[in-house]
């Protein structure tokens, strides 16, 4: 992909390893649309930091799991962008609720959010993917270490992870070659999913893991960008774990 005229989106990109991709694409040159929901102000700030620093970024809001935002989002992106040369789906939500206090909204609602808005998106914006300059377009989407080793007070979120794996392999199958679909499976990051751990909790959440500490939103960013690069041009797919080797696949 020719770096400064790649048109990227970004969900979830307020704060995290969505706010750390928007940053590390943006110093390569990639035109950046940064989508937000419950982090506004965030997003909004991010797109002043990076037009202040020589970049192009815009914030997109839109609630995901609601179709008609969806459409308003396609229709807000067609009209600046006549391609999109990436698609990062990184945008979900991680309630931590044991599984018999999980009622069937809090289900639905999970699966609706970290794998169905994923789904939907994609399929509004293959018009756009398709006429990425150069081919191929670029998908990736963020799943989690959950997905494969499931979660004691997180099944919803867990199977949702675990479902963007079909889908993402799916995708790949169907949408090749002039689109790419991979998964980064991130482990423990320091982000708002960890913002309630004690310090000791912290202590020992880093002596799980073979590296020693948990990894930053930066360090996911990296592989992020690497496979909306043309150095990933052989990769559809795959899945990327970067969990310090917590789990070796």
Same mark, same amino acid.
């Given at each position: 992909?020719?770096?400064?005229h ?23 040159g990639?035109e ?36 008609k ?50 789904? &939907?998106?994609? =399929?509004?914006?293959l ?9 191929p !377009? *670029? @998908? +990736? ?58 310090p000791?909790?912290?202590? &020992?959440?880093? =002596? ?12 996911? !960013? *990296? @592989? +992020? ?25």
């Open positions: 992909m020719d770096a400064p790649a048109r990227v989106l970004i969900t979830g990109a307020g704060t995290g390893i969505g706010a750390a991709t928007a940053r590390v694409l943006a110093r390569r990639d950046l649309a940064l989508h937000h929901h419950l982090h506004r102000a965030e997003a909004e700030s991010l797109a002043e930091e990076l037009v202040a620093a020589g970049g192009r970024a815009f914030p997109v809001p839109g609630n995901l799991t609601f179709t935002d969806l459409d308003r989002m396609v229709h807000a992106l067609s009209s600046r962008f006549p391609s999109l040369e990436g698609l990062v789906l990184n945008a979900g939500a991680y309630p931590r609720t044991a599984f018999d206090q999980i009622s069937d909204e809090q289900f639905e609602a999970t699966v609706r959010l970290n794998l169905f808005s994923p789904f &939907a998106l994609t =399929r509004r914006l018009p756009l993917l398709r006429k990425a300059t150069p081919s !377009a *670029r @998908v +990736v989407l963020v799943s989690s270490i959950l997905a494969f080793n499931g979660s004691a007070h997180g099944a919803d979120y867990a199977a949702s992870k675990a479902g963007i794996l079909g889908l993402a392999r799916s995708m790949a199958r169907e949408l090749a070659p002039g689109i790419t679909v991979n998964v980064v499976a991130p482990g423990s990051i320091d982000t708002a999913i960890l913002a309630e751990d004690t000791a909790q912290r202590e &020992a959440r880093g =002596r799980q893991v073979p590296l020693g500490r948990v990894g930053s939103p930066e360090e996911v !960013a *990296r @592989v +992020v960008a690497f496979l909306t690069s043309p150095d990933a041009n052989y990769m559809t797919g795959t899945t990327v774990h970067v969990n310090g080797g917590l789990r070796m696949d």
